[in-house]
Every structure is written in structure tokens, then in C-alpha cells.
């Protein structure tokens, strides 16, 4: 007779191709870019970039958000050098525009790649798990807003980590596409802005300051809105209450 039994492992294959696709895509972008996403590589090319924006406009910016999901699905080197581009190529406005939906398809696809492969199994252990890690793992989902924003907002949490993070912690995709978001503009309208005022630093074969983002006038706010993010856990210890995950 034959057997009705399901065969996991297929089902196991398929879920995790879309993560084996992305390590395969990643470890070629790493050794085929790595030295081509520069500054070096983007003074060479700033007459023929300017150029072929100027001509095709509409391409080029659909391009350039294809280009910078890309790097960031892939986890390749060379997201703030991309932010840049953006400012440089489309100016402060709709530069983080471009830059911010750029990445956000680029993390919201490593995040559906990783959930699908590992994150769902993992996840489902923490739920099931008990004592201080089902007591952690329960205040996340509870405050899962909060959590979500501040690890976009601190500049010490890098990108790839606040990627990959909700996708063990069953975080639902639309709220993780609209933290990431906005999460990610303040940041990004920083650098955009700093990459709008680029050409006379790459005419010089110069470099731009990338840590202005520390100084006090930027930092500070950023700060203010981390502790926004927090917030909402705070009352929540003060009163004893429950916020809405």
C-alpha cells in the first residue's frame, strides 16, 4: 500500500530555499563588490552617474531602489555608501525617500527569507520555552512597538542585527515593515543630506565626515527619540499596567 505519511524534509527544503539564496546571493555580492561599492568607485563614475540620471530620471531612481534592496537583502557591504548615492543623485528630497524604501524592501525580504527558514522554529521554541527566557520573551511581545523603533533608532545596534532579530521573536511583517521605515528615516535623512552635498567633496577625491551622526546637534534628537520608543515601557512599570504589543 502506499504511504500516506507526509515527508518533512522537502517542506523543510523549500521553506529554507529562500534563505539559502540569499547566504549564495550574499557570499558572491561579498567577493564580486567588495571593492567595487566605494568611494573611490563612485568619484570615478559621478559624471556618468549624474548623466544617465539626468536622461532617464524615473529608471534610474527605480534602479537605484532595486540596487540599495539588493545590498541590504544580501547583506552586502556598501548601505551607507548607497545612502549617500541617494543624497548625491536625488538630493536630501526624494533622496530618503528612495533610501528608505530601498532598504526597507531589502530587510523586509532577509526578514520573510529568515522567519521562513529558522525564525518560525526558533520563535515557536522561545514560546514554548520557560522560566527567565519565556519571561524576556514575553515582555518583548508585549512591548514589541517600543522594541521594534529602538533598536532602529540606537546607532549602535548595527542594521543587520535589528534585521534579523524580530524574525526569531515572531514579529508580524506589517509592523515590521512600518517600524523599519520610520524607524530608519532620521538616521537616513542625516545621511541623505550630508550625501546632497557630496559633488564638491568627490571632485576633491575627498571623503565626507560619516560621523556626524555622533555630534551632539544630531545625536541628541535621536536620543530624544529612543526615549520616546521607551516610553511606553516605562508607564507600563510605573502603573503596573499592560501597553499593546
Known sequence: MPSTMTQPRPTALRRALPLIALALGAGLGWWWLSDQISFQALAQNRDALLALRDAHYAASAAAFILAYAAIVA?????????????????????GVLFNVTGATLGASALFVAVRMGIGARIGARLEA???????IKDGIDDNQWSMLFLIRLVPAVPFFVANLVPAFLQVPLGRYVISTFLGILPGALVYTSVG???????????TPDLGLIFEPAILMPLLGLCALAVLPVALKALRGGKTIG
Do not use: H, Y
Open 74 to 94: 544580501f547583506s552586502l557591504p556598501g548601505a551607507l555608501i548607497a545612502t549617500l548615492t541617494g543624497g548625491f543623485l536625488f538630493a536630501t528630497f526624494p
Open 129 to 135: 520555552a520557560e522560566g527567565l527566557v519565556k519571561r
Open 196 to 206: 546632497a552635498g557630496m559633488s564638491e567633496v568627490l571632485a576633491r577625491g575627498d
